[in-house]
């Protein structure tokens, strides 16, 4: 039997849910925000997104990050894009560091990288501190990055990682 001040709770909840000022349920989409100022990232799904892609838009989770760290060949198609598109001009050959950080230990720039959704949101947008806008739809460029080869680039870094603790990114849930 449900004492006095949870049932206060579950009418307290309804009331506030049947007026909408709580939602009944979370957002149907993942909301990404830009490193450099916390304003929204207009990235929307597209026809030609595939599904992790539209998986990930809607969870805020990377479907390549367990892919690659289970499957060398998975992570393998994000190093050859990480090279394709010169990350290795300021993150170094794998990712270590050169003019730009290491994205590979457990010191980060921005402790939002913790997370894949935090990690996709400062290579999508860009940041302050030198990361240039890599997602076409952000920077107004389709021949930029799409979502799907970001969240593969994300997925081989993270079966880099040579940290040490924790890897929460293999572990998350939903973060909207």
Not at 51 to 75: M, R
Request: proline share 5%; net charge neutral; aromatic share 6%.
């Amino acid at each position: 039997m449900l004492g006095n001040n949870a049932v206060k709770a579950i009418i307290l909840s309804s009331v506030l849910a049947l007026v909408g000022l709580l939602p009944l349920q979370a957002s149907a989409a993942c909301q990404l925000v830009s490193t450099k100022d916390g304003s929204p990232l207009p990235i929307k799904a597209v026809d030609e997104d595939t599904p992790e892609a539209k998986e990930f838009l809607a969870t805020c989770v990377n479907p390549y990050t367990k892919k690659a760290a289970a499957d060398a060949d998975v992570a393998k198609t994000g190093k050859k894009l990480f090279g394709y598109w010169s990350c290795t001009q300021c993150h170094g050959g794998n990712a270590g560091g050169q003019t730009g950080p290491s994205i590979t230990d457990a010191t980060w720039q921005y402790s939002k990288h913790t997370t894949d959704k935090g990690m996709f949101e400062t290579i999508a947008g860009g940041s302050n501190a030198g990361m240039p806008t890599w997602h076409g739809q952000v920077a107004g460029n389709p021949e930029l990055l799409k979502t799907d080869e970001i969240l593969r680039i994300i997925g081989w870094l993270r079966s880099m990682y040579a940290g040490g603790g924790d890897k929460p990114w293999l572990t998350e849930t939903a973060q909207k």
